[in-house]
Antibody, heavy 117, light 107 residues
Framework: EVQLVESGGGLVQPGRSLKLSCLAS????????MNWIRQAPGKGLEWVAS????????YYADTVKGRFTISRDNAKNTLYLQMTSLRSEDTALYYC??????????WGQGVMVTVSS | DVVLTQSPATLSVTPGERISLSCRAS??????LHWYQQKPNESPRLLIK???QSISGIPSRFSGSGSGTDFTLSINGVELEDLSIYYC?????????FGAGTKLELK
């Protein structure tokens, strides 16, 4: 069974940093691209970042480019999102999602990030 | 960026009826259009991929059609468990974008 479990969220002040993790199990992690997608409270879905299976290709939404860094450790079956210079508009539930071609075929339960003073 | 416009924003439904949800793209996405269902307080799940391809484990009452810029998600015989928000997503170009969603509610 594919499982994606996010962690690392919480309350953080504007301008500070936070690092999210996503532990994958139930599939060969190193064979799949991975993604972060977020959902602000009561809002729709916003793609944040993608990383290919070997980390060769990395892409970001313009809203986070230069502030967020996606990475992965295939030996640990773990995906990361390093978030810096956080803003109130980054407040959201952050989902880790497995990529299959151009779809997001499995999603984690999400981890909440709240940016507030 | 490709803008996806979903309509209607909200649809009131009666169990058993057949319904159609629309997703229109601002430019052609070929058939790189996928549908997701998000039930209240749950994560989204993939419902239909590449406009019309079914997903294992998804009930057969869900179907998709379309190509280019106009797409439709149909539910043949809505059930109470289908009361959710449905999102379309394009995978033809970066950035990946989602529609704003269509919420199914009980009439």
């Amino acid at each position: 069974e594919v499982q994606l479990v996010e962690s690392g969220g919480g309350l953080v002040q504007p301008g500070r940093s936070l690092k999210l993790s996503c532990l994958a199990s139930g599939f060969t992690f190193s064979n799949y691209g991975m993604n972060w997608i977020r959902q602000a409270p009561g809002k729709g879905l916003e793609w944040v970042a993608s990383i290919s299976s070997s980390s060769s290709y990395i892409y970001y939404a313009d809203t986070v480019k230069g502030r967020f860094t996606i990475s992965r450790d295939n030996a640990k079956n773990t995906l990361y999102l390093q978030m810096t210079s956080l803003r109130s508009e980054d407040t959201a539930l952050y989902y880790c999602a497995r990529g299959r071609a151009a779809t997001f075929d499995y999603w984690g339960q999400g981890v909440m990030v709240t940016v507030s003073s | 960026d490709v803008v996806l416009t979903q309509s209607p924003a909200t649809l009131s439904v009666t169990p058993g009826e057949r319904i159609s949800l629309s997703c229109r793209a601002s430019e052609s996405v070929d058939t790189y259009l996928h549908w997701y269902q998000q039930k209240p307080n749950e994560s989204p799940r993939l419902l239909i991929k590449y406009a019309s391809q079914s997903i294992s484990g998804i009930p057969s009452r869900f179907s998709g059609s379309g190509s280019g810029t106009d797409f439709t998600l149909s539910i043949n015989g809505v059930e109470l468990e289908d009361l959710s928000i449905y999102y379309c997503q394009q995978g033809n170009s970066l950035p990946r974008t989602f529609g704003a969603g269509t919420k199914l509610e009980l009439k």
